[in-house]
């Protein structure tokens, strides 16, 4: 399965695999942010671990990781290209690639433990894995590295079937390790599962259990245990500099109903010049929603049994929340837990938790393709299962994506590498008024010597 994730990644993603060093999103300031953070986060585990949050940009100034997302998890899996190439290219590259193996790897596994059904559960993972939103986010290399979300949903419903210490440990590892890959979707993972141990504890009882509580609790304490470590320098950010997000940043970063229509899937362009304007890339594609809703019906009308029931009630209510949200501000949902909840004063961008719509379409999917498989026979239905995820996978072939050359790179930055270590300034230095982001060059610029940079380019 591990190779077949590795070759849809290779084919959803052309030409990135034939184009690994000297090529990407270079064409956007935030892909060129994303190469050098990568590389900056393999750079620093491999010479100086303990200097990780600061940055050869922003100098003097410490801790200058935490002026974004760290990426850590997305810069500790391009070790191994960064060491064998040194190209903070093939380093960025290589963790784009895994991120797309990752997530289809844990949403297979997710739907497999649920249905038991391996033919049922490889649809769901390209659906989830390759769908329009990913790649209309493939600059940002922190929005890819989305597979802490099924595995943390796997985890929570292991913790509900089995409530045991190993289990609630298991379900802390789990979000700990979205959080610390993206902390966007580690608060949209954190959501996920308190839903669902209120879901669960209702639909099973298990609110009148005082183990299922103690050992939810642990998982919480654990969690927030380990990922203190990560967030301190954020908190220590906003204690020094006051740095937050305002309600009013909300607003442009959420979404609307055309953005539910909006994605640049082949299969799928036609629909962009009806809605005419987009802020955001949402569809989930036609065969999903269909086979979600199928998959729902299915199991509201009792035809998949009451497991099947339980499921579809509790992956239709993420569902709902996730669309919700979305909305931002002016929906009501993020405007009443932005204001009581401090931990959603960081989420600038309510429009991301939509990645949640796939990944509980892809589960009431499961259900459809489960009831193909019972109706239809081993196989017929493998068949019939097989034909389900062929055309989907179609339906959401996006390739060729946008990747462009890298200019060649000065041979000042060769000289620089030689040199002591000392401050570097480049020229033309942008302010706000000319545009700060034309900073992000020199970020990509400086992967090749490591100098401290006195430019830098960041969210804060």
């Known amino acids: 399965m591990a190779l077949g994730a590795v070759a849809l990644a290779v084919v959803m993603t052309y030409p990135v695999a034939?184009?690994?060093?000297?090529?990407?999103?270079?064409?956007?300031?935030?892909?060129?942010?994303?190469i050098w953070n990568v590389a900056w986060i393999a750079h620093a585990l491999t010479t100086d671990p303990g200097g990780l949050y600061d940055t050869n940009i922003f100098h003097p100034h410490p801790g200058t990781l935490a002026y974004s997302e760290a990426n850590v998890v997305a810069g500790l899996?391009?070790?191994?290209?960064?060491?064998?190439?040194?190209?903070?290219?093939?380093?960025?590259?290589?963790?784009?690639?895994?991120?797309?193996?990752?997530?289809?790897?844990?949403?297979?596994?997710?739907?497999?433990?649920?249905?038991?059904?391996?033919?049922?559960?490889?649809?769901?993972?390209?659906?989830?894995?390759?769908?329009?939103?990913?790649?209309?986010?493939?600059?940002?290399?922190?929005?890819?590295?989305?597979?802490?979300?099924?595995?943390?949903?796997?985890?929570?419903?292991?913790?509900?079937?089995?409530?045991?210490?190993?289990?609630?440990?298991?379900?802390?590892?789990?979000l700990v390790l979205q959080a610390v890959a993206v902390g966007y979707y580690g608060i949209f993972a954190g959501v996920s599962v308190a839903v669902g141990v209120l879901f669960f504890a209702a639909s099973r009882k298990l609110w009148r259990s005082p183990r299922y509580w103690a050992l939810t609790a642990l998982a919480l304490v654990l969690t927030v245990v380990m990922v203190l470590p990560f967030l301190f320098p954020y908190l220590e950010l906003q204690r020094d500099t006051g740095f937050g997000r305002s309600l009013d940043e909300a607003y442009r970063y959420s979404a609307d109903w055309r953005?539910?229509?909006?994605?640049?899937a082949w299969a799928h362009r036609w629909i962009l010049p009806l809605i005419e304007r987009w802020n955001e890339v949402l569809f989930p594609g036609f065969l999903l929603t269909l086979g979600g809703a199928v998959g729902l019906g299915f199991a509201l009308t009792g035809a998949a049994g009451d497991r099947y029931r339980e499921l579809a009630g509790f992956y239709t209510v993420l569902a709902a929340f996730a669309v919700w949200?979305?909305?931002?501000?002016?929906?009501?949902?993020?405007?009443w837990l932005y204001e009581a909840v401090p931990l959603f004063s960081?989420?600038?961008?309510?429009?991301?938790?939509?990645?949640?719509?796939?990944?509980?379409?892809?589960?009431?999917?499961?259900?459809?393709?489960?009831?193909?498989?019972?109706r239809l026979g081993p196989r017929r239905g493998r068949?019939?299962?097989?034909?389900?995820?062929?055309?989907?996978?179609?339906?959401?072939?996006?390739?060729?994506?946008?990747?462009?050359?890298?200019?060649?790179?000065?041979?000042?930055?060769?000289?620089?590498?030689?040199l002591p270590t000392g401050p570097v300034v480049e020229l033309p230095f942008y302010d706000a008024e000319a545009g700060f982001e034309w900073h992000a060059p020199y970020l990509v610029a400086s992967t090749r010597h490591w100098q401290p940079l006195v430019n830098g380019y960041s969210d804060f």
Do not use: K
């Open 18 to 34: 034939f184009r690994m060093d000297e090529a990407g999103r270079v064409d956007s300031l935030d892909g060129q942010w994303s």
């Open 77 to 174: 899996l391009a070790i191994p290209a960064y060491l064998a190439t040194g190209s903070a290219f093939v380093a960025h590259n290589s963790a784009l690639l895994l991120a797309f193996v990752a997530s289809f790897l844990t949403m297979y596994a997710l739907v497999r433990h649920l249905t038991g059904r391996p033919a049922a559960s490889i649809a769901p993972a390209i659906a989830f894995a390759c769908c329009p939103y990913v790649f209309a986010r493939i600059p940002h290399i922190s929005l890819q590295f989305t597979a802490g979300l099924p595995l943390a949903l796997l985890m929570l419903h292991r913790f509900v079937d089995r409530q045991t210490p190993g289990s609630a440990v298991g379900l802390a590892a789990a």
């Open 259 to 264: 953005a539910y229509l909006a994605s640049a």
């Open 325 to 335: 949200f979305s909305f931002g501000p002016q929906a009501g949902l993020y405007r």
């Open 346 to 374: 960081l989420v600038r961008a309510p429009v991301r938790v939509a990645v949640l719509v796939p990944l509980c379409l892809g589960v009431l999917l499961a259900i459809a393709l489960t009831q193909l498989l019972d």
């Open 383 to 418: 068949l019939a299962a097989g034909l389900v995820t062929g055309v989907l996978t179609l339906e959401l072939v996006e390739a060729p994506i946008q990747w462009y050359d890298a200019e060649p790179p000065s041979g000042a930055y060769r000289v620089l590498a030689e």
